[in-house]
């Protein structure tokens, strides 16, 4: 079963707007977290935000802001006044315990176009 | 600096060959990862290793082998037995205990079959 769900393949978006990326997890453990990464056209995996389970603030960093709905297993993205270097694929991803050891599960990834 | 570095960048491959990607981190980090990308798609786990000596299979681990001697090495290897070897290969490394670190990743190696 999908863990991870990124519903947005791609999304063209006008510069200076904001803009917002879709993430649903499903997991049984109740300590758990959530990062989101951007991986431009070069390929590096870039760490943006993290949410963990029990954090009761919603996550910012810089323009990033994590929308974090935990009922509805939802941690959306939020990227205020984007900008033309925002263009790159985003990915959800969720840590978890699996056996002992921790896992990354990641989603599909969302391919975000800024527009000028 | 502190980092992750995978080498070569890219890395080409004849049928029936077995190549070595490197990955090397200098953050003291217990566990690392491989991970396969395809165009277009999420990363796929490989293997990946919490400590010296010992590692597990991750969802696509046939045709690949991995050895963790070292704490800040985690070489994989590509065998001939694996069929589409074309992707793009990404290292992490992360702080197995603290949850909510996060991984680290290196520049990634992009492997063509020729």
């Known amino acids: 079963a999908q863990k991870i769900t990124q519903t947005q393949p791609g999304m063209f978006v006008q510069e200076k707007e904001a803009v917002t990326l879709d993430c649903t997890y499903d997991?049984?453990?109740?300590?758990?977290?959530l990062f989101w990464y951007k991986q431009p056209s070069s390929g590096e995996m870039i760490f943006l935000i993290y949410q963990g389970s029990y954090d009761q603030q919603n996550a910012t960093e810089g323009r990033y802001s994590l929308n974090f709905q935990k009922a509805r297993k939802s941690a959306n993205l939020v990227i205020s006044a984007s900008q033309l270097g925002d263009s790159a694929m985003y990915f959800c991803?969720?840590?978890?315990?699996?056996?002992?050891?921790?896992?990354?599960?990641w989603g599909a990834g969302t391919k975000l176009i800024i527009k000028p | 600096d502190g980092g992750i570095t995978q080498s070569p960048k890219y890395l080409f491959r004849k049928e029936g060959q077995n190549v070595t990607l490197s990955c090397e981190q200098n953050?003291?980090?217990?566990?690392m990862y491989w991970y396969r990308q395809d165009p277009g798609q999420g990363l796929r786990l490989i293997y990946y290793s919490q400590i010296v000596n010992d590692f597990q299979k991750g969802d696509i681990a046939e045709g690949y082998s991995v050895s963790r001697e070292k704490k800040e090495s985690f070489p994989l290897t590509v065998t001939s037995a694996q069929k589409n070897p074309t992707a793009f290969y990404l290292c992490?490394?992360?702080?197995?205990?603290?949850?909510?670190?996060?991984?680290?990743f290196g520049q990634g190696t992009r492997l063509t079959v020729v």
């Open positions: 991803a969720m840590r978890e315990v699996m056996d002992s050891n921790y896992q990354l599960i």
């Open positions: 997991t049984s453990d109740p300590s758990y977290g």
């Open positions: 992490a490394s992360s702080d197995r205990g603290v949850k909510n670190t996060e991984a680290f």
């Open positions: 953050l003291n980090h217990d566990a």
